[in-house]
Each structure stands twice: as structure tokens, then as C-alpha cells.
């Protein structure tokens, strides 16, 4: 059928259209259950950073005692001295081994967690500053103050060979959040400014779209990747300061949602963040009001969307404490936390993936074919399928497409193509799997 060469697209409404709404602060339920604290130990000094394995296995990196202390269970803590003050920790998420680095000290330290013996690999640092475990592809991306990003294999307890060294320059990279898969690591620097890092290409640039006035001290990712989390002091000395969560597009460091922290304290602190599936948890260096009691250790619901919603303690009530760091398990369901009170904590959450889903929007001007889509719970990177069917000719079939759309950073895929009819009825699947509402799409004259 020949293509008028003037028209717009209509897109079928009703159910459809109520399917592709998508809200724009979505409201989020806090999670009904109270974390049941598993593990509350004092260690002797506050941690400056933890780890937690998918068994609760919690590693604890102790600067002044410089040791990594391992916390199975029942009270159980056991110290590896590694002769230098770790300025971070990592597990791996079966507990077989953790990894720390120190300022000034050029090795990664290398803990046979059943064992409690410790190796080193020199792999050339210098202010090492964060590391971060990479299960999917066995390696370890670390943030060096000295100006680069250091991705290392880790294999084996005996290959820890360099892969890759990512200048940032004047940037000092000091907290670390990296895909899954490698590609991609967002680092905060020294100063509070936010980099995008192409650890594929090399490549590091900082993110301008961060709002003015706004200094992270530190971010994790979502767990679909599409959305940071950050802790956050914003605005000037002027003006003064105020402290928030606050969801980021890792596109752009533009700010989606803030969600303000009301310190009574209003000097600075800690805000640590770790994401699971369902909630973020926070640690801080001050206290904020969480049902109607202080603490430094809390919970904020997340929707379908990974908006950041209601607040609920991670501590039973009653029990004051004030954060240092936090952390959650790869599958979601553990948290630990150090506390000012020179204690680590631990404690099971329940943290169930949403289901993915998928929608599908499109308009059709002359041949073109132009579809837009957004995603729940899928990484980017995620491939999507698209099936047309003819719906100008009696009895036609759904056609798949060579073409492939592809979740990008936001949720989002687009996918444009030539079609002769002037209707045609559209829908999209991944192999997750997902498939969104079919919608009908016609050509009309102006």
C-alpha cells in the first residue's frame, strides 16, 4: 500500500494506555517486616567499612588495628592483621574470599576467608581508596586517589594480573559504584563531584548535569542499574548546607528525587548508601527521627521504579546507633553496618526482585515507524524484541524484527524501522522474560 506522505500516529487508548502510564514520583510501600538483627558485636573501634556475603558472613576493615575482621556468626570475630590500615573491604558473595586495600600501600590484600590466611599482589596502587568485587566477571575495580580507576582479575588467590588503568586526572575517584558486567563504574571524587567511567574504552568524564552546590560522599547503584543513589550535603557556605538521599540519572547526574535528612547536628557527616532490590539502606553519622525514635541506621522503601519512598529502622526499637558505613548482600537479603559505637551489625531483610516489566509507545509518520519504550527491572544493555503485524490485510501473522532495540541507562529503548501499511499493531518481549501490552498504531492525514 503506498505511504501518505503527510500524518501522524494514534495510539490506541484504554487498557493499553493505562499499562504504559508511568507515574511521575511513584509512591513507594516501606517494607512491612522488621530486619531481624542477626549479628550486633563490638570490635574495638568504629569500622570504616564493611562487607556482607550472601551467607551474612561479614568482613570489617579496622584502620587503627589495621586487620580485617571476620564475622561468621554467633559472636564470632576473627582479626587478620594485614600490616597496614585498610581504607576498604569486599567479599565475595559465596564468602570464599575478601579483598582490602590501603593508602600508601601498593598491594591488594588478598584474605582466605575459612582460612584467615592473607596474600598480597602488588598490583600497583598508590592512595587506594574503594574496591569493589565484580562476581559476573571475576575481577576487582579499585579507586585510586591518585587519579585512576585500576580494574585487576581475580580469578584465582594466585592471579590478580592489572587489566586496565583508567586515568581520571585532576579527579580523585574515592567511592566506587560498577555494572554488573563491567562496562561501567561511577566513581565520586574527593571534591563531591560525580564521574562516569567507560571502563571498556578507557575513558572517564565528569557528569555536568550534577545540580550546582551538590557534593556526594558516596553512591550505589540500583539494582537495574538505572538509577544512582547518593549521599549528599547541598549548598554553599553562604547560604548554608542541607543533607539528603538523593536518585540520580547515570546518564547526566541530574537529580530525579530528593529525599531531605533532618540532622539536628548540623555540623558534617557520614552518609553512606546501599542499595538492595526493595529498600536503600542508609547509615549516618547523625541521628534523624524514624518512627519517632533517633538513629543513624535506616531503611527507605523503593517502588518498581527504584523511587525512593517511606523509612523504616534497620535496628529494633529502642536501640540507638549512629552509622559508619553500610552495606548489602548481592541477593539482596543482608545488610551489615558499622556503628560509632564500634560495633558491627548484621541483619536479614526480606528483599525480593520486582518482576521486569516492559511497555511500548509508537508513532507512525509516512513509512516510519518510530517506537519508544520504558523497563522495569531490567539491566541496560538489555536486548528488545519487536513483533509487527499487518493490520491493513485480513489474517496476517506477528513479524519478528531483525532489528533489536536496547535498554539504555534510564529504563529506556527506542527502535525506528520502515512499514507499508498504514496500520499496523505492535508489541516487544526480552528474554528476561517480559512482554508489554500490544497497541495498535495507525496513519491518519493531518
Known amino acids: ?90 567479599i565475595a558473595p559465596d564468602a570464599s574470599t575478601a579483598w582490602a586495600v590501603c593508602r600508601g600501600d601498593s598491594h591488594l590484600q588478598v584474605i582466605d576467608v575459612s582460612s584467615g590466611q592473607r596474600v598480597v599482589a602488588d598490583v600497583g596502587l598508590r592512595e587506594a581508596e574503594d574496591v569493589v568485587y565484580l562476581p559476573e566477571s571475576r575481577q576487582l575495580v579499585i579507586a585510586d586517589l591518585a587519579g585512576e580507576i585500576v580494574v585487576v582479575s581475580a580469578t584465582s588467590n594466585t592471579d590478580y594480573a592489572v587489566l586496565k588503568r583508567v586515568p581520571t586526572g585532576v579527579d580523585r575517584p574515592s567511592d566506587l559504584a560498577v555494572l554488573p ?81 533532618e540532622f539536628d547536628n548540623p555540623d558534617p557527616t557520614t552518609i553512606k548508601v546501599a542499595a538492595g532490590y526493595r529498600s536503600l539502606s542508609v547509615a549516618t553519622g547523625h541521628a534523624i527521627d524514624v518512627d519517632g ?90 536486548r528488545v524484541t519487536v513483533y509487527i503485524k499487518d493490520l491493513s490485510k485480513p489474517r496476517q501473522s506477528f513479524v519478528q524484527q531483525k532489528t533489536k532495540a536496547v535498554v539504555d541507562a534510564r529504563g529506556t529503548y527506542r527502535w525506528a524501522g520502515t512499514v507499508r501499511p498504514s496500520k499496523v499493531q505492535v508489541f516487544t518481549t526480552t528474554a528476561t522474560p517480559a512482554a508489554s501490552p500490544m497497541i495498535t498504531i495507525s496513519r491518519v492525514r493531518r
Request: one cysteine or more; charged letters at 15%.
Open 1 to 90: 500500500m503506498r505511504a501518505l506522505t503527510q500524518g501522524y500516529a494514534v495510539l490506541a487508548i484504554g487498557v493499553v494506555s493505562a499499562a504504559l502510564a508511568m507515574p511521575a514520583a511513584a509512591e513507594a510501600t516501606p517494607r512491612q517486616a522488621q530486619p531481624i538483627v542477626y549479628e550486633d558485636v563490638f570490635v574495638g573501634e568504629t569500622p570504616n567499612s564493611v562487607a556482607v556475603a550472601n551467607d551474612g558472613l561479614i568482613a570489617a576493615s579496622l584502620f587503627n588495628d589495621k586487620s580485617i575482621a571476620l564475622l561468621p556468626g554467633a559472636g564470632v570475630v576473627t582479626r587478620v592483621p594485614i600490616e597496614c590500615s585498610p581504607s576498604d573491604v569486599t
Open 293 to 382: 525514635e533517633s538513629t543513624g541506621l535506616f531503611d527507605i522503601a523503593l517502588d518498581d521504579q527504584g523511587r525512593l519512598g517511606e523509612r523504616s529502622r534497620i535496628m529494633p526499637v529502642s536501640v540507638t546507633v549512629l552509622g559508619s558505613d553500610v552495606s548489602r548482600s548481592l541477593d539482596g537479603m543482608r545488610v551489615a553496618a558499622g556503628t560509632t559505637n564500634s560495633t558491627v551489625v548484621g541483619a536479614r531483610v526480606e528483599d525480593t526482585p520486582p518482576s521486569p516489566t516492559l511497555a511500548v509507545r509508537g508513532t507512525l509518520k509516512g513509512t516510519r515507524l518510530t517506537l519508544t519504550g520504558t523497563t522495569t527491572g531490567m539491566p541496560p544493555g538489555t
Open 181 to 261: 558486567d563491567g562496562r561501567r563504574a561511577y566513581a565520586v571524587t574527593d571534591v563531591g563531584a560525580l564521574l562516569s567511567v567507560d571502563l571498556l574504552a578507557g575513558a572517564a568524564r565528569v557528569l555536568s548535569g550534577l545540580a550546582p552546590g551538590t557534593f556526594l560522599s558516596s553512591i550505589a547503584l540500583s539494582r537495574s542499574g538505572t538509577l544512582l543513589y547518593a549521599g549528599a550535603d547541598i549548598g554553599s557556605n553562604a547560604s548554608g548546607f542541607r543533607s539528603a538521599i538523593l536518585a540520580l540519572d547515570p546518564l547526566t547526574g541530574a537529580t530525579v528525587q530528593e529525599q531531605p535528612l
